[in-house]
C-alpha cells in the first residue's frame, strides 16, 4: 500500500517551549550570568534563537513528511498487504451416495461466521478433492508383536498414539478399514495426518533448505491387502516426511475390484484395508493425533472471474485502473489486454526498472488494486483499443482476502455455499483453528521495520535479524531469539544454532502458534539465514504467575471496584502481549521482582495498605519478600488471582 503523510510529529516543541529550555541550561553552562531579564542581550539573543529554531522545526515538520515517504519508497519499503489464512476442511460423503466418490472442485467455498459483523468469512479450497464414500472406520497399529485398535482415539483426537507402537520396530505396520459396500474405486486417496503437538514439552520446526533432499530415517512401504496377500501401492507425495509432522500422505489407490474386503482382529467387521508398512524404524517413534480422509487445505479467499478493469489510453505509467476487490491473494491475477488483434496475456512484475520498452508487464498494488503499466522505456504502453475503449482491460482472474479475522477457531467453518451432490454438509467442518492470517501492516510498524530493513537487508544475522524478520513473517507479536540454544541440549551451548521463540498475536491469555504459524516462520527464516546456520522456531514456555493477598482499602473506597481494578491490574502486569512496565508484553525471561508486584497493587487508587502478599508460581508459594528467577526462552501468564479486599474498620 503507498506509504500516506500521516506521520507523527518530529519534534513538537514552540517557541516558549524552546526559550524556557535555554534559560535552564543557563545557569548550568555560564553560572556568572545572573541577568535573566528581557532587558538583558543575551536573552534578547535567546528569544531571537528560539524564534528561528520554531520556523525552522515548522519548516522540517512539513518537508521530512514527502522525503521520509519517498525515501522509503525508493528502498522498496510499503505496507505489507493483508495475507488469508489457511485451514483444513473435511468433506464427509453421505453414507447413502450411490458412487464411490465425489469431486469437491477446486475454488469451492465454505464460509465461516466473522467474529464481528454480518458478513460471512469465504474459504476456498486449494485443489480438487476426490471425497470418498468409503468411511474410514478402523485404525489399527501393529507393533510386530500385537494388534492394537486406536479408531476411538483417531476419532476422539483428543489424545495422541504412536502410529507404529511404542518402539516402532521393523515390520510395525498402521493399518487403515474402510467401510463400504461397492468395490473400492482407483483414486487419489488423501490422508490428512496431524502430528501431535506432544510429541516433544515444546514444538519445534528446524528450518531446512528447501533445496536440500530430506531423508526420512523411517522407511515406509503403502500397501493394500488383495484378499491374499499385501501388495504395494504406488505412493505420490508425503509432506508428513513419514509421520514425523502434520501434512498430506497422497496415495493412487490399485485397479478398481483389485482391493477385497477382510476382517482383521481386533476388527469385527469386513473392511477394505490398506495400511503403513514400516520397513525401517525410527530413532524416536512419532506420534499422531488423528489421520483424516476427505480433506483439503482452504484459503480466506474468493476468487473472480472476468473483471473489466476499463480501457487503455495509451498514455505512459497508466495508473486509472484499478481491482474492484481487495486485498488480492499473491500470484493470483491473470491480467488480458485486447489492443486490436484479441486478449493476450500480460505479466506481472515486482517493478518496472528491469523490464524493456517491448515487455508486457505491469505492476499491481495488491492492498488497493492499482494496476500500473510501463512507460515505453521501463516496459511497455497498452494500446487503446478504439473498438472497445472502455473495456479492453479484464481481469481473466483473481483472489481476494486475508487479515487475522480469518484465523478462526475449530469446527466453525461448516457452511458450504454451493451444495455438491452426494456431500453431507451437516459434517463439514475444520478440526483445527486457521492459522497465517494477517492484517495490513499499519504505518507506525513500517516505520518500525524500515531501519532494520536497511540493517539486515533482508538477512538474517544477528538476533535482532531474526526477531524482526519473525514477526514479519506471519501472525507474529512477540519474538524472541536464542543463539546457541537448542531445545534438545537446553544445558549446553550449541554453535551455529538459534531458536527463535515466537508468541502470536492472539485474545488468549496464554498465546500458543499454531503449527502452521510455526511452519510459515520457519520457512520465511530459512530463505534469510545464513547458509551455516541451523535455525529452530517454537512456542514459549509458559509459567502461570497466581497472586495472593490481603488488601486493605480506603474507608471511602468502593470494596468491588478496588478489588476488581487489582484482578484485572495483575493480569494485564503478566500479560504476555500487553504485561510488564512498559505495556508491550512481559520480557522473556524476565524476572518478577517482588517490590514491583508490591508497587504495582499499592499505586491502584482507593488502596491503603498492602497486609500479605505471596507469589505464586506453576502452582507452588514461593518464599516471601524474594524476586523470582526466570529462564530467557519463558513467558509468564495468569488467568486468576486471589486478593482478598477489606476495610480497616473490618480489623
Known amino acids: 500500500m503507498p506509504l500516506d503523510q500521516n506521520l507523527p510529529s518530529i519534534d513538537n516543541r514552540r517557541f516558549d517551549d524552546i526559550l524556557a529550555e535555554i534559560r535552564t541550561r543557563i545557569p548550568r553552562y555560564t553560572p556568572e550570568w545572573t541577568d535573566l531579564n528581557d532587558n538583558d542581550p543575551g536573552i534578547a539573543l535567546s528569544q531571537l534563537f528560539a524564534w528561528l529554531s520554531e520556523m525552522l522545526l515548522y519548516r522540517l515538520e512539513n518537508t521530512p513528511k514527502l522525503n521520509y515517504i519517498k525515501f522509503l519508497q525508493l528502498l522498496g519499503i510499503e505496507l505489507k498487504p493483508a495475507e488469508p489464512a489457511i485451514a483444513d476442511i473435511t468433506f464427509p460423503v453421505l453414507e447413502t451416495h450411490s458412487e464411490p466418490f465425489v469431486i469437491v472442485p477446486k475454488n469451492t467455498q465454505v464460509t465461516a461466521d466473522a467474529a464481528t459483523g454480518d458478513v460471512p468469512l469465504v474459504f476456498e479450497t486449494e485443489r480438487t478433492l476426490m471425497a470418498l464414500t468409503a468411511k474410514l472406520v478402523a485404525v489399527q497399529v501393529f507393533d510386530g508383536y500385537a494388534f492394537s485398535d486406536l479408531s476411538l482415539t483417531n476419532d476422539q483426537t483428543a489424545e495422541s498414539y504412536e502410529p507404529f507402537g511404542p518402539l516402532a520396530n521393523a515390520?510395525?505396520?498402521?493399518?487403515?478399514?474402510?467401510?463400504?459396500?461397492?468395490?473400492?474405486?482407483?483414486?487419489?486417496?488423501?490422508?490428512?495426518?496431524?502430528?501431535?503437538?506432544?510429541?516433544?514439552?515444546?514444538?519445534?520446526?528446524?528450518?531446512?533448505?528447501?533445496?536440500?533432499?530430506?531423508?526420512?530415517?523411517?522407511?515406509?512401504?503403502?500397501?493394500?491387502?488383495?484378499?491374499?496377500?499385501?501388495?504395494?501401492?504406488?505412493?505420490?507425495?508425503?509432506?508428513?516426511?513419514?509421520?514425523?509432522?502434520?501434512?498430506?500422505?497422497?496415495?493412487?489407490?490399485?485397479?478398481?475390484?483389485?482391493?477385497?474386503?477382510?476382517?482383521?482382529?481386533?476388527?469385527?467387521?469386513?473392511?477394505?484395508?490398506?495400511?503403513?508398512?514400516?520397513?525401517?524404524?525410527?530413532?524416536?517413534?512419532?506420534?499422531?493425533?488423528?489421520?483424516?480422509?476427505?480433506?483439503?487445505?482452504?484459503?480466506?479467499?474468493?476468487?473472480?472471474?472476468?473483471?473489466?478493469?476499463?480501457?487503455?489510453?495509451?498514455?505512459?505509467?497508466?495508473?486509472?485502473?484499478?481491482?474492484?476487490?481487495?486485498?488480492?491473494?499473491?500470484?493470483?491475477?491473470?491480467?488480458?489486454?485486447?489492443?486490436?488483434?484479441?486478449?493476450?496475456?500480460?505479466?506481472?512484475?515486482?517493478?518496472?526498472?528491469?523490464?524493456?520498452?517491448?515487455?508486457?508487464?505491469?505492476?499491481?498494488?495488491?492492498?488497493?488494486?492499482?494496476?500500473?503499466?510501463?512507460?515505453?522505456?521501463?516496459?511497455?504502453?497498452?494500446?487503446?483499443?478504439?473498438?472497445?475503449?472502455?473495456?479492453?482491460?479484464?481481469?481473466?482472474?483473481?483472489?481476494?482476502?486475508?487479515g487475522k479475522i480469518g484465523n478462526v477457531t475449530a469446527n466453525t467453518i461448516t457452511s458450504l455455499q454451493a451444495g455438491i451432490d452426494g456431500i453431507d454438509e451437516n459434517g463439514i467442518s475444520n478440526l483445527r483453528a486457521a492459522h497465517s492470517g494477517q492484517d495490513e501492516e499499519s504505518l507506525e510498524e513500517a516505520q518500525l521495520r524500515a531501519p532494520q530493513s536497511l540493517k539486515s537487508k533482508c538477512r538474517a544475522v544477528t538476533a535482532e535479524d531474526f526477531e524482526q524478520l519473525a514477526k514479519a513473517a506471519a501472525n507474529v507479536r512477540r519474538a524472541k531469539a536464542l543463539p546457541l540454544y537448542h531445545p534438545n541440549f537446553p544445558d549446553t551451548n550449541i554453535p551455529g544454532v538459534i531458536t527463535v521463540v515466537i508468541a502470536p498475536d492472539s485474545d488468549d491469555p496464554k498465546p500458543i502458534p499454531s503449527e502452521g504459524t510455526l511452519r510459515t516462520v520457519c520457512a520465511y527464516l530459512n530463505q534469510r539465514r545464513l547458509l551455516t546456520t541451523e535455525v529452530i522456531v517454537t512456542q514459549p514456555t509458559y509459567r502461570q504467575v497466581e497472586i495472593h493477598g490481603d488488601v486493605v482499602a480506603k474507608n471511602d473506597a468502593d470494596l468491588s471496584v478496588v478489588s476488581q481494578a487489582i484482578e484485572q491490574g495483575l493480569l494485564d502486569y503478566f500479560h504476555p502481549l500487553k504485561g510488564g512496565e512498559d505495556g508491550q508484553g512481559w520480557p522473556f525471561g524476565r524476572d518478577i521482582f517482588y517490590s514491583l508486584v508490591y508497587q504495582r497493587i499499592f499505586a491502584i487508587e482507593g488502596v491503603d495498605r498492602i497486609e500479605s502478599l505471596t507469589i505464586f508460581l506453576d502452582g507452588e508459594a514461593q518464599e516471601a519478600f524474594s524476586n523470582l528467577e526466570i529462564k530467557s526462552d519463558v513467558l509468564l501468564y495468569s488467568s486468576q488471582h486471589s486478593m482478598q479486599v477489606r476495610y480497616s474498620f473490618d480489623e
Open 171 to 402: 515390520e510395525s505396520a498402521l493399518m487403515l478399514g474402510f467401510r463400504y459396500n461397492g468395490e473400492f474405486p482407483e483414486v487419489e486417496l488423501s490422508l490428512a495426518v496431524y502430528a501431535s503437538e506432544a510429541t516433544a514439552e515444546l514444538p519445534a520446526f528446524s528450518c531446512d533448505l528447501p533445496e536440500t533432499q530430506f531423508f526420512p530415517s523411517a522407511e515406509i512401504v503403502w500397501q493394500y491387502w488383495n484378499g491374499r496377500e499385501w501388495r504395494n501401492m504406488t505412493l505420490l507425495e508425503d509432506e508428513t516426511r513419514a509421520f514425523t509432522r502434520s501434512g498430506y500422505i497422497f496415495l493412487k489407490s490399485p485397479n478398481t475390484g483389485e482391493m477385497e474386503k477382510t476382517v482383521f482382529a481386533p476388527a469385527t467387521e469386513s473392511l477394505y484395508w490398506i495400511r503403513a508398512h514400516l520397513q525401517r524404524g525410527y530413532e524416536k517413534p512419532p506420534k499422531i493425533t488423528t489421520i483424516r480422509t476427505n480433506t483439503v487445505t482452504a484459503v480466506q479467499a474468493e476468487s473472480v472471474f472476468s473483471e473489466i478493469l476499463g480501457g487503455s489510453d495509451g498514455s505512459p505509467n497508466q495508473q486509472q485502473l484499478v481491482l474492484e476487490n481487495v486485498p488480492v491473494l499473491a500470484g493470483t491475477l491473470e491480467l488480458e489486454i485486447d489492443q486490436g488483434e484479441g486478449f493476450e496475456r500480460w505479466t506481472e512484475v515486482g517493478d518496472l526498472f528491469g523490464s524493456t520498452a517491448k515487455d508486457r508487464h505491469y505492476v499491481l498494488n495488491r492492498t488497493t488494486g492499482q494496476v500500473t503499466f510501463g512507460d515505453g522505456v521501463n516496459g511497455d504502453i497498452p494500446v487503446a483499443n478504439p473498438d472497445n475503449p472502455g473495456g479492453n482491460v479484464v481481469a481473466r482472474r483473481y483472489r481476494f482476502g486475508g
